[in-house]
């Protein structure tokens, strides 16, 4: 089955302990993206990448850290979380091509104590 | 990242008719998507316009005008399962989101 596949679906953590959420789909893409939702802001790109390792900054950056060393994964780390970094965050990914939907994994609830 | 505006809510009752508005700063790309996220759900794809006009898929229809930046939704024969956020998107490098409209329908 054709999947983004997102671990862990909820995590609480305490500031500043380094966590990391992995993100790895199967569908050969080359584009994924990272994604924080926040009620009222809506979704707000973190990073995206276009191909094994060539990635960039997406609206909210900042305390976020990425890497794609392989086509299938992309994880997201937090070096030194913060309670505002406190979300729910969706990594997607889509073939290349601007006008390609997008996939999302199923979330991860994040809690920075 | 972009201007994108919808409603933050709307209401409606079952098998009534809603429309979705969506304006937003005309970029390099042309098109706009819909996504339909549920509460607590990942969103999923809804349609994908690139020209204007309407396209009509089942319930669910999308009007795009490019040069005037504006798109809306429209959501016929409303059912309970249709209660979700809406999501307008500007297609790009930075795929752009709208904060979504959150549709309640009530019995």
């Known amino acids: 089955e054709a999947q983004v596949t997102q671990n862990p679906r909820y995590l609480i953590t305490v500031t500043g302990k380094k966590l990391t959420v992995t993100c790895s789909q199967n569908?050969?893409?080359?584009?994924m993206s990272w994604y924080r939702q926040d009620p009222g802001l809506g979704l707000r790109q973190i990073y995206y990448?276009?191909?094994?390792?060539?990635?960039d900054k997406g609206d909210v950056p900042e305390g976020y850290k990425v890497s794609r060393k392989e086509k299938r994964n992309f994880p997201l780390i937090l070096e030194s979380p913060s309670p505002n970094q406190t979300s729910l965050y969706f990594c997607?990914?889509?073939?290349?091509?601007?006008?390609?939907?997008?996939?999302f994994g199923s979330g991860t609830q994040l809690s920075v104590l | 990242g972009q201007n994108i505006d919808q409603p933050t809510e709307m209401t409606a009752t079952e098998g009534a008719i809603v429309q979705i508005n969506c304006t937003y700063q005309?970029?390099?790309?042309?098109?706009l998507f819909w996504y339909q996220q549920h509460a607590g759900e990942a969103p999923t794809f809804l349609s994908y316009?690139?020209?204007?006009g309407l396209e009509e898929k089942g319930r669910f229809s999308s009007f795009l005008s490019r040069s005037k930046g504006y798109s809306y939704l429209l959501l016929k024969e409303l059912q309970m399962k249709d209660s979700a956020s809406y999501l307008c998107?500007?297609?790009?490098?930075?795929?752009?989101f709208g904060a979504g409209t959150t549709v309640t329908v009530r019995a």
């Open positions: 005309t970029s390099g790309f042309n098109g």
């Open positions: 990448s276009m191909n094994v390792e060539v990635t």
């Open positions: 997607a990914s889509r073939q290349t091509g601007a006008d390609e939907k997008l996939f």
């Open positions: 316009n690139v020209l204007d």
């Open positions: 998107a500007v297609p790009g490098y930075k795929l752009s």
């Open positions: 569908m050969n893409h080359e584009y």
